[in-house]
Structures are given as structure tokens and as C-alpha cells.
């Protein structure tokens, strides 16, 4: 496989020891530890197309923050390419990656209609299908500015939708009772038990360490797992795995999605309390130490 042809370095003229292009008063609203983001039009919720995506604010918001125009971004697990619009929003390179080649050549499709003008034009944003492991042999050491994804959930896809989380009139829709997996590839961590998955989760990442310049951050957006009536606090076992592989945490942000939630049904009443964790997911934001 050959590197591929794809630039990294800032073409801004921001300061050295600035990680960004923000402004001081912009700085100060990326402060917030609580993120409420929002789906626009250009976001695709058809879960026919993709079981589990995310707004294209998201990605934007992390781009913003950790990033330089002119740098590169990369997503290890692309899904239909959402990372790799908002990559092309701001002026960045992007590299997005994933097994499905349905989502690579559905990321392609978007990247072709999305608009052109003189911030955006000098930039390239690349779908490759292949496993995230293999993403070295794509990419050179310290040129990664910004590492953002959504990966899989473990196997929480991998079963019946039951729609609990809805109201019961609502229930049985289109989705009932129908299993919405990524796909039956055995390299795909949407099929993999959680010890699995955190296993393979992060012996991925060990491999992108390198690929990113010192202080880079890498960010995360998971959610916990319920599972058999228990709670799995997947963040912390992710904490811990990116910890051991020579990442350093730096921030946990809150997605509060309740604006993102309506028409919910009531469960575990009257006897056991559970939580809707469609309420909020974490924002994991890791870096690349430099020392």
C-alpha cells in the first residue's frame, strides 16, 4: 500500500503556541464542559443508510478547537463521512477510514456534492475502505493534527430492536424487531463482545499514536452499554485502555442530547430505576503527550 498524497501542515497565519484559529471570546464558548449540538439539513438520520450517525456539528466542534486550517484530520471509523464534511467546512485535510465499502462509496457521494469555493478547494478529504489497523501503512508519523470519531458501540446493535426508549405507541415502526448491525464482518467492532472490543479498540489506537504530532488530541464519542438489566461503563474502560497504550486524558465533555430526544416511553417503572442514556453520551478528548 502507498502513502497516500494528502497535506497536514497549517496554511493559516495563527501564532505557533496557538493550538487553533479561534478567537479569545469563540475560546471562552468551547469552555463548557456540556455540549448541545444540533442536526442540520445536510445530515443524514436515515438509519436505512447508517444505524448510528452523528451530527456534523460534532466533528465541526472537536475541528475547530484542536485543529489548524490546512491540517489534517483523520477518522478511524468514517462511517458515511460525516468527520470528513466537516473537515471540508473548515479548510482541513481529512482521512476517514472504514470496513463497509456501501458507506465509503456513500461518504464519496457526499464529498462530490458538497459545495467548492477558494477555503475549501486547496484542501483533500479521502475515504479508504480498509480496516483502521492497516491505517499506518497510509499515513506518515506526527502528521495528524486531530484524531474524532464515533466508533461502534461493542455489539450493542447486534440484537432486536425492541424500541424501549419510546413511547409504546411508537414502538413498532419500521425498525421493530429488526437488527441494524454495521455489518457481519468479524473485524468490525460492532460484533465484538465488550472485552473485545476494548481490546481491539485499543490496540487500533496504539497504532495511530504515532501518526499524530506531539500534543494532538484524539477524541472519542461513546456511550455506556446496557446490557441484561446491568450498566457497562464503557468510557471508563476505554480511559483506562487508551491510558495503557501512552495516551494522556485531558477532557471529558457531557453531549446533553435532550433536545434530540422527544415522544419517550417510561420503563423500569415501578420498581426499577434506569436512566434514559439517550440523554447524553461522553466526549472523551485524549492527546498525545509531549514529553
Known amino acids: 500500500m502507498e502513502k497516500i498524497d494528502v497535506d497536514f501542515k497549517k496554511t493559516c497565519s495563527c501564532k505557533d503556541n496557538h493550538i487553533n484559529c479561534l478567537t479569545a471570546k469563540d475560546w471562552v464558548k468551547g469552555q463548557v464542559a456540556i455540549w448541545e449540538l444540533y442536526y442540520e439539513k445536510r445530515d443524514v438520520r436515515n438509519k436505512e443508510i447508517h444505524p448510528a450517525v452523528f451530527p456534523i456539528a460534532l466533528p465541526k466542534k472537536c475541528i475547530e ?5 490546512g491540517e489534517l484530520v483523520l477518522d478511524p471509523f468514517s462511517g458515511i463521512g460525516t468527520t470528513l464534511i466537516a473537515a471540508r467546512d ?7 477510514f472504514d470496513l463497509n465499502p456501501e458507506y465509503i462509496e456513500f461518504t464519496n457521494k457526499r464529498l462530490s456534492q458538497s459545495s467548492m469555493d477558494f477555503f475549501t478547494e486547496n484542501t483533500k478529504q479521502i475515504a479508504i475502505c480498509d480496516d483502521a489497523i492497516n491505517i499506518p501503512q497510509y499515513l506518515d508519523e506526527e502528521t495528524v493534527a486531530l484524531c474524532v470519531t464515533s466508533p461502534p458501540y461493542a455489539n450493542m446493535l447486534n440484537h432486536e430492536r425492541l424500541n424501549k426508549s419510546l413511547r409504546s405507541d411508537l414502538r413498532r415502526n419500521k425498525h421493530y424487531k429488526k437488527v441494524q448491525q454495521y455489518s457481519n464482518d468479524p473485524r ?9 472490543y476494548i481490546k481491539t479498540l485499543a490496540g487500533i489506537y496504539k497504532e495511530i499514536l504515532p501518526l499524530l504530532k506531539p500534543k494532538a488530541h484524539c477524541v472519542i464519542n461513546v456511550n455506556d452499554l446496557w446490557e441484561n438489566n446491568r450498566r457497562y461503563p464503557t468510557h471508563s474502560y476505554i480511559i483506562e485502555a487508551m491510558e495503557k497504550v501512552g495516551y ?3 477532557n471529558i465533555i457531557i453531549w446533553d ?3 434530540l430526544v422527544n415522544k419517550v416511553g417510561i420503563f423500569g417503572w415501578p420498581s426499577n430505576y434506569i436512566t434514559l442514556s439517550t440523554t447524553f453520551e461522553y ?3 485524549f492527546w498525545r503527550s509531549p514529553l
Open 283 to 285: 466526549i472523551l478528548d
Open 248 to 250: 494522556e486524558l485531558r
Open 188 to 196: 468490525d467492532l460492532g460484533t465484538m463482545n465488550l472485552k473485545q
Open 65 to 69: 478547537l484542536f485543529t489548524h486550517e
Open 90 to 96: 473548515l479548510g482541513r485535510n481529512g482521512a476517514g
Open 257 to 259: 442530547k435532550r433536545n
